[in-house]
């Protein structure tokens, strides 16, 4: 019974460190984040950080894997309720817009190694990335038998070029908002829903 409990307070520790570097990341952005950081946040010295973590990338890792499947969640809320495949394509699509708008630092999370090519993921992040696209691998599946996606459509190979197209678009609406207002005349959401549209386009037979 002491083992459990020693066990259990183990977690939860490790639980108040990841919790206060992600409080960092949301409050000062990720880049700001560092184990002296969270060192002052949790009032933990920074050996006993070490003891639940190997380094930053450690607490990063644990952060992405909690982001990854918070979207995946998010992408299954989507379509309940929604028969038709090319709406559920639709809805998780959109999902993803409203779960960059509504936790950025999630976001910061789930492109991290997209965006730091020299880092190698885990195997724990790989499988919950390979969720994400097993998900919609399954969604396409349901539409070919739906008769409404192509049928020689490779599922694997789209959802790879879905998660690219789509963290490119939601990063060029950031960078060139102006752009969109001032010489497009279009809301960063309609032109999301414009790419939504093309994506769709894409699947239909």
Not at 102 to 131: I, R
Not at 135 to 146: D, W
Not at 163 to 189: A, C
Request: with cysteine.
């Amino acid at each position: 019974m002491k083992r459990a409990r020693t066990e259990s307070s183990k977690g939860d520790r490790r639980q108040f460190i990841l919790d206060c570097a992600e409080n960092i990341i949301a409050n000062d952005g990720l880049e700001e984040l560092s184990i002296a950081k969270v060192g002052k946040k949790t009032s933990l010295s920074i050996g006993t950080i070490y003891l639940y973590f190997e380094n930053k990338e450690d607490i990063i890792a644990h952060l992405t894997l909690k982001s990854r499947k918070v979207l995946l969640e998010k992408f299954n809320e989507s379509i309940k309720n929604e028969p038709n495949v090319l709406n559920q394509v639709a809805n998780f699509i959109y999902a993803y817009f409203n779960f960059y708008q509504d936790y950025p630092y999630y976001n910061q999370l789930v492109s991290y190694y997209e965006s730091n090519t020299g880092l190698e993921e885990p195997d724990f992040l790989k499988t919950a990335s390979l969720d994400i696209n097993m998900f919609v691998v399954n969604v396409l599946n349901e539409g070919k038998k739906q008769g409404v996606v192509r049928h020689e459509l490779n599922e694997l190979e789209y959802s790879f070029l879905m998660w690219g197209t789509v963290v490119g678009v939601l990063q060029l609406i950031d960078v060139k908002k102006d752009i969109l207002e001032n010489i497009l005349k279009i809301s960063k959401i309609d032109f999301f829903k414009s790419y939504i549209h093309l994506i769709i386009n894409s699947l239909k037979k």
